[in-house]
């Protein structure tokens, strides 16, 4: 079987949604059929102006596929099982991908909700995982806005109170985003963005949401889209923080630049700026992604060359050896993978001259 040693290119997946949009930009190129991509993403042709308002387009989705190398033409999953470790890296024992990651683009908002960790999904939701999640803006409209976490002294019973006269959301902090900012969103925050919002969220590779109030909306099929309120409230953490207006590491690099944004035990998040030619090799352990958010150019192996663009999924095998990504216009990359938290981040920056508590303050245990 031939070797994962070389970048491999992936196709995303595009979720229509009630609160989406029509317009990706500035991630992905303004499509020349709109309801052809979202037919494409669903195996279907839409049937109603909504189908056409994409809401979140996943990039590492079960069902992205591979436009080259060894595995081209299967599904991330269908490749997962096949290759193993020798895609995920030695350090992923589990058969599916290990991260789930997409953009998000808003024109409503999107339900109040939380997720479970890990214990109570396998406990209550045989089969899942729990979710822990992360944001980063890559833009807000003004006046833009989102939810996170309880407002001191709020409780369950209030929350319960909330959901049931449709209020949750004044019981909730909100806070206007910025660009470039990222937000930690741990099991049992309770959480709603807003309209206006183009993010790229992080997470683990699961879709387990419990949705507390949706507004008395009805869902892309007519029907009003179901709640969770016992599973939703046994979860919610009203003690969790607010895990936003994180400090901002970023050094500069020969390449250009490096930002350490935030890491947990499930992920782990860097933003590249490229403005000149940067030359990396594979990292034995695990599989790297990096998600094109800016620019174009070329990713070059001693095989030969392919083009990168704004939008583009490039995964990064263990055993890739030595590549280049060289910037025909200035790039910006989010670079994510499961991290080890020391190796990765606390090490590294403490070399650097970072205090200790500025570090902790982007790792989270």
Same mark, same amino acid.
């Given at each position: 079987?031939?070797?994962?040693?070389?970048?491999?290119?992936?196709?995303?997946?595009?979720?229509?949604? /009630?609160?989406?949009?029509?317009?990706?930009?500035?991630?992905?190129?303004?499509?020349?059929?709109?309801?052809?991509?979202? $037919?494409? *993403?669903?195996?279907?042709?839409?049937?109603?102006?909504?189908?056409?308002?994409?809401?979140?387009?996943? /990039?590492?989705? #079960? $069902? *992205? %596929?591979? !436009? &080259?190398?060894?595995?081209?033409?299967?599904?991330?999953?269908?490749?997962?099982?096949?290759?193993?470790?020798? =895609?995920?890296?030695?350090? @992923?024992?589990?058969?599916?991908?290990? /991260?789930?990651?997409?953009?998000?683009?808003? *024109? +409503? @908002?999107?339900?109040?909700?939380?997720?479970?960790?890990?214990?109570?999904?396998?406990?209550? #939701?045989?089969?899942?995982?729990?979710?822990?999640?992360? @944001?980063?803006?890559?833009?807000?409209?003004?006046?833009? *806005?989102? !939810?996170?976490?309880?407002?001191?002294?709020?409780?369950?019973?209030?929350?319960? $109170?909330?959901?049931?006269?449709?209020?949750?959301?004044?019981?909730?902090?909100?806070?206007?985003?910025?660009? %470039?900012?990222?937000?930690?969103?741990?099991?049992?925050?309770?959480?709603?963005?807003?309209?206006?919002?183009?993010?790229?969220?992080?997470?683990? &590779?699961?879709?387990?949401?419990?949705?507390? +109030?949706?507004?008395?909306?009805?869902?892309?099929?007519?029907?009003?889209?179901? !709640?969770?309120?016992?599973?939703?409230? $046994?979860?919610?953490?009203?003690?969790?923080?607010?895990?936003?207006?994180?400090?901002?590491?970023?050094?500069?690099?020969?390449?250009?630049?490096?930002?350490?944004?935030?890491?947990?035990?499930?992920?782990?998040?860097?933003?590249?700026?490229?403005?000149?030619?940067?030359?990396?090799?594979?990292?034995?352990?695990? /599989?790297?992604?990096?998600?094109? =958010?800016?620019?174009?150019?070329?990713?070059?192996?001693?095989?030969?060359? =392919?083009?990168?663009?704004?939008?583009?999924?490039?995964?990064?095998?263990?055993?890739?050896?030595?590549?280049?990504?060289?910037?025909?216009?200035?790039? %910006?990359?989010?670079?994510?993978?499961?991290?080890?938290?020391?190796?990765?981040?606390?090490?590294?920056?403490?070399? %650097?001259?970072?205090?200790?508590?500025?570090?902790?303050?982007?790792?989270? &245990?």
């Amino acid at each position: 079987m031939p070797k994962l040693d070389c970048p491999l290119q992936l196709s995303p997946v595009f979720k229509p949604k /009630i609160w989406g949009r029509e317009s990706l930009e500035p991630v992905f190129a303004p499509p020349e059929d709109k309801r052809a991509r979202c $037919a494409a *993403s669903r195996g279907s042709t839409p049937e109603t102006r909504d189908d056409t308002l994409i809401g979140e387009v996943w /990039i590492t989705d #079960d $069902a *992205s %596929r591979f !436009l &080259n190398g060894p595995p081209v033409g299967l599904t991330l999953a269908e490749a997962s099982r096949k290759y193993g470790s020798e =895609l995920h890296g030695s350090g @992923w024992k589990e058969e599916r991908f290990p /991260i789930l990651a997409k953009y998000i683009f808003t *024109s +409503d @908002w999107l339900s109040v909700q939380v997720h479970p960790d890990d214990d109570y999904a396998r406990a209550h #939701d045989p089969g899942h995982t729990g979710k822990c999640e992360m @944001w980063y803006f890559v833009r807000a409209d003004r006046g833009a *806005s989102a !939810l996170l976490g309880l407002k001191p002294g709020a409780t369950k019973e209030a929350l319960r $109170a909330g959901l049931e006269k449709r209020s949750s959301r004044q019981l909730l902090r909100q806070f206007h985003p910025r660009a %470039r900012e990222a937000v930690f969103v741990p099991p049992g925050m309770v959480h709603a963005l807003g309209p206006g919002l183009v993010l790229f969220e992080v997470e683990e &590779n699961s879709d387990l949401t419990y949705r507390l +109030d949706d507004f008395g909306r009805v869902g892309l099929d007519g029907k009003p889209r179901p !709640l969770h309120w016992e599973k939703g409230l $046994a979860v919610t953490r009203v003690d969790w923080p607010a895990l936003r207006d994180l400090p901002r590491v970023e050094f500069r690099e020969p390449f250009g630049s490096r930002r350490y944004v935030l890491t947990c035990p499930h992920f782990a998040l860097e933003e590249i700026g490229l403005q000149k030619k940067a030359t990396w090799t594979g990292s034995p352990q695990r /599989i790297e992604v990096f998600s094109m =958010l800016e620019g174009e150019g070329r990713v070059e192996t001693e095989a030969g060359w =392919l083009g990168y663009r704004s939008g583009d999924t490039w995964l990064i095998p263990p055993a890739t050896g030595r590549y280049r990504l060289v910037p025909a216009r200035k790039t %910006r990359i989010l670079k994510f993978y499961v991290p080890d938290l020391e190796k990765d981040f606390r090490r590294p920056l403490l070399k %650097r001259g970072v205090a200790r508590r500025k570090i902790e303050k982007i790792c989270f &245990n």
